[in-house]
């Protein structure tokens, strides 16, 4: 490890820990004993750390207070993370990796994750059982070719155009788009591009695993404020949020189901109530019908629209399919 490094890990073993001896301090580093004693020295006179050798105790700690000159609370300057923090951030990174079907944030995001399980010391072993002990699973996931994700999201921080080859699966057709990224977005699993599309002049949602070719072009992006990029993409229900009209269904779930739908958010903006026969009405926002009768039909008896004469239509429609292919 680096000069800079080994610095914090000193100060992180010594605040942890209390005190601690020459020896398990080199051995904690792996380094001559010559360019530790150069190491507390610096750390003493050019970064003010409090450090002081207890003969009694034969080990070092900060001084009584932990204070530098100016009697403030010693910190080296920089980022700066307690232990409670780096096991929060190594957890966090675990949980990150069940979104990355091909490694691409992890390959960043390694050598980050190298630094703070060192900075651990003897604690970096807990740091990697801590991380195996946190899974997550994902079903229907479709996967997205790290290239394009790798290109895109560089695309989007340096606000450039992209040439897309698309691939859209409603018509089966292909079609070349030339964008300008917005926002990447995770949603059920699958990665989308919220991007201004200059053919269509507007705003479009692209899934990741359904772009065919991209390449980035010369030309800047069009900027698009994010309040703007909320209201057209966002209003509606899920993936399909787009649209000009905003339509509210109202959804009747049976007590059975109430349990567990009553703590399920389906949009920010839903409302609720419990009706007095322990029944549980859901009020959500929808502009095309497409997601929002998928996560209805999935409750299949346990729940009743209401009041939405389109929607009721084509739930009883999609139902009666169904069920014609079990006779």
């Not at 490094?5 to 992180?12: D, N, P, T």
């Not at 190298?114 to 479709?142: N, P």
């Not at 109430?258 to 903006?269: I, L, M, S």
Request: glycine share 8%; aromatic share 8%; hydrophobic share 40%.
């Amino acid at each position: 490890m680096d000069r800079t490094e080994r610095f914090y890990k000193i100060e992180l073993l010594l605040r942890n820990r209390g005190q601690v001896s020459f020896e398990v301090l080199r051995e904690e580093l792996d380094v001559s004993p010559a360019t530790l004693k150069r190491d507390l020295q610096y750390l003493r006179d050019r970064m003010d750390a409090p450090i002081v050798y207890d003969r009694g105790d034969n080990a070092y700690r900060f001084a009584q207070g932990g204070g530098g000159r100016n009697g403030a609370a010693h910190q080296l300057p920089g980022l700066w993370f307690s232990e409670a923090e780096i096991h929060a951030l190594l957890t966090m990174h675990q949980l990150m990796a069940g979104l990355d079907d091909d490694g691409v944030l992890a390959r960043h995001l390694s050598p980050m994750m190298d630094k703070l399980q060192a900075m651990l010391g003897a604690d970096a072993g807990e740091a990697r059982e801590l991380m195996r002990r946190v899974k997550v699973v994902g079903t229907a996931r479709r996967r997205a070719p790290s290239r394009y994700f790798e290109l895109l999201g560089s695309a989007l921080m340096r606000r450039q155009r992209v040439w897309l080859r698309y691939f859209k699966r409603s018509d089966r057709s292909e079609s070349v788009r030339e964008v300008s990224p917005q926002r990447l977005l995770h949603y059920r699993n699958t990665w989308y591009l919220d991007a201004w599309c200059h053919a269509s002049d507007g705003l479009r949602r692209f899934a990741l695993d359904a772009i065919r070719e991209a390449r980035p072009l010369d030309s800047r992006a069009r900027p698009v404020a994010l309040k703007d990029l909320e209201s057209r993409l966002d209003a509606g229900y899920g993936i399909y949020g787009g649209g000009a009209k905003i339509r509210w269904a109202t959804l009747i779930f049976q007590p059975d189901a109430a349990q567990w739908v009553a703590h399920e958010e389906w949009h920010p903006q839903q409302k609720s109530r419990w009706l007095p026969d322990g029944r549980y009405e859901l009020q959500v926002p929808y502009s095309d019908p497409t997601e929002i009768a998928m996560d209805i039909l999935r409750h299949g008896d346990n729940v009743r629209v209401v009041g939405d004469a389109a929607l009721v239509r084509t739930i009883a429609e999609r139902m009666a399919r169904a069920a014609a292919q079990y006779v």
